[in-house]
């Protein structure tokens, strides 16, 4: 994507679900799939209509932005949060962590790892293939990251006959995804973005605090910073002599609540040593909200790093203005210089099929404030 203009603007993955794909999805309609190709083409044009530079297909085919593996990986069972009560050691912490969540239990889908981990077929690339066929902008794809995958579809009870720990999933789990990634690189993909949620909660959370999902089955027997080091490996080694694709990893702080006290907060500083380690080309982070802290921890990131600047918040029904997103972006270019920064939401649009952060209608306004913003940048 280069040489490219000055302050790109993309999303980060999901986009809000048409009501009848979701009662489709539930029903398991025969039409799905055809279904499921409308919904894309509804959010590219969602995306085209509001000027993104680079847009992805909306996770339409997805419940959540890492559930879908369990449809295209053997190995891997799709089981809710109320349903992994029977398997988790400390019943009472994790009852108290499900009340806690303002989300029901049974909405939150997670694959769990059953059996020996290969692909049945590809994770994306033929949802990249579809979504090349109807644009000529460029493409970002979406794919879980290693670290979550090897800690939070591993569970004792369901997982250890095949993995005896997380860590021993772990190279399964690179194969899988460096499989991927090669593949999309050579189909011709512009920008691949790995999730690794969890990274903030690694950061932000400590050993002995409360987990969110997203941590629900992640292993106490390493401290966070082992457990960093252990993240900087898995997506070193997934991305090791791969080139083509921007390369991107994305860390947000929780987007399945509007409720910003459940979610993390706390300042990037104590990551960015560990970000400086990957092997990847942008980070993508969250700094829509005063939960994040101020960008200037973002001055001791890799100088070649580009920045994906999260400068509106997906949870909100009010529409950030353009001149709000100009200031936070000049805030910004104090420490990281304008042709290294993109801009983006805070996290995508979607998160859960039956639980969408926004509608459609709001989405789109947000995207055309972050393109106004864009334009109003280039032109000073």
């Not at 999303?11 to 799905?32: D, M």
Request: glycine letters at 6%; a negative charge; charged letters at 25%.
């Amino acid at each position: 994507m280069n040489p490219r203009r000055l302050f790109p603007v993309t999303v980060i993955g999901s986009w809000p679900r048409p009501p009848w794909l979701i009662e489709a999805t539930k029903r398991r309609a025969p039409s799905l799939s055809e279904l499921q190709d409308q919904a894309v083409l509804l959010a590219v044009q969602y995306q085209e209509e509001a000027e993104v530079d680079i847009i992805s297909d909306g996770e339409q085919r997805r419940d959540n932005f890492y559930s879908f593996i369990a449809d295209r990986l053997e190995g891997i069972r799709l089981m809710t949060l109320s349903e992994l009560l029977d398997y988790v050691e400390d019943k009472a912490a994790f009852e108290t962590l499900l009340n806690a969540l303002d989300v029901p239990a049974f909405a939150i889908k997670n694959p769990v790892v059953v059996g020996k981990v290969r692909r049945r077929k590809p994770l994306v690339l033929d949802d990249y293939r579809f979504l090349r066929q109807h644009t000529v902008k460029p493409i970002k794809v979406t794919l879980p990251g290693p670290y979550l995958l090897s800690r939070s579809t591993w569970v004792k009870g369901l997982s250890e006959s095949t993995y005896p720990d997380g860590d021993s999933l772990g190279p399964d789990i690179v194969a899988v995804l460096r499989e991927e990634l090669q593949e999309l690189a050579a189909a011709g993909v512009e920008m691949v973005q790995f999730d690794e949620p969890v990274l903030s909660e690694l950061l932000l959370a400590g050993r002995s605090a409360t987990r969110t999902f997203m941590c629900a089955a992640l292993a106490a027997s390493s401290s966070p910073e082992g457990e960093l080091e252990r993240a900087v490996d898995l997506i070193n080694r997934v991305v090791e002599g791969v080139h083509g694709p921007v390369l991107v990893v994305h860390v947000c702080r929780g987007n399945w609540s509007r409720n910003e006290s459940v979610l993390l907060s706390g300042s990037y500083d104590g990551l960015i040593p560990y970000l400086n380690r990957m092997k990847l080309d942008q980070f993508a982070l969250e700094y829509a909200t005063p939960r994040a802290g101020s960008p200037k921890a973002l001055a001791d990131l890799n100088s070649r790093a580009q920045v994906g600047y999260g400068v509106v918040n997906p949870r909100t029904s009010e529409v950030e203005s353009p001149e709000a997103i100009v200031a936070r972006v000049r805030e910004l270019a104090q420490f990281v210089s304008p042709d290294r920064i993109f801009l983006n939401p805070d996290c995508g649009f979607g998160t859960f099929a039956d639980r969408p952060m926004a509608d459609s209608q709001t989405a789109c306004a947000k995207l055309r404030a972050l393109s106004a913003a864009a334009r109003q940048l280039r032109e000073a």
